[in-house]
């Protein structure tokens, strides 16, 4: 039996950055952008809070750019403020990497299963799907999708009842597939 399950994300992921104010080092994106034209330059940001003292960072989305050389979509999207498109940017390695922040997903994301109808059976495979690169480790989706506890996830991977071509105890944030022979 193949099942197919969800990494699905719930809300935007709290943003790793250090506070210039405070001793935080999260920042929840606020969802509104600021466009700076100047000369036919353009800057653009997305506005992020601390989350603990609500000091404003810039994240750096234009720097610099020529009108001509951006999207005019994309220039709509900063000026709507699109929802879809903070959560687009904070996945962006470009953004990432221009303003060394990384993504915390913690309690912003589920996995879906497509139910239940799984777990007596005794062999299964199952194909996990990421809608985001979300980190999280195989051993602890295997136990909630199954209903096992991390123990006994590693007591099947240890007896070679629970394998995949990748290394279940890691993290990973991209598809994978394994089997679970009871
Ligand atoms: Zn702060």
Known sequence: MLKIWAVVPTCLPLLRRRCH????????ASG???????????????????AACGETAKITVLERMTVRSIR?????????????LT??????????????????????????????DHLDRETIDVSVRFAARIPVRPVRLIAEGCGLSRAEVDRLITEGKLVSAVRLSGKLSGDFTFTLKR
């Open 72 to 84: 005019p979509e994309l220039l709509d999207r900063l000026h709507d403020n699109d929802p879809g």
């Open 87 to 116: 959560a687009e940017l904070l996945q962006d390695p470009v953004v990432q990497r221009r303003n060394r922040i990384a993504l915390d997903w913690d309690n912003a994301w589920r996995l879906d299963t497509g139910g239940t």
């Open 21 to 28: 104010a405070c001793p935080s080092e999260r920042f929840q």
């Open 32 to 50: 509104k952008f600021r466009v700076n034209a100047n000369h036919k330059l353009i800057d653009a940001w997305l506005l992020a809070l601390c």
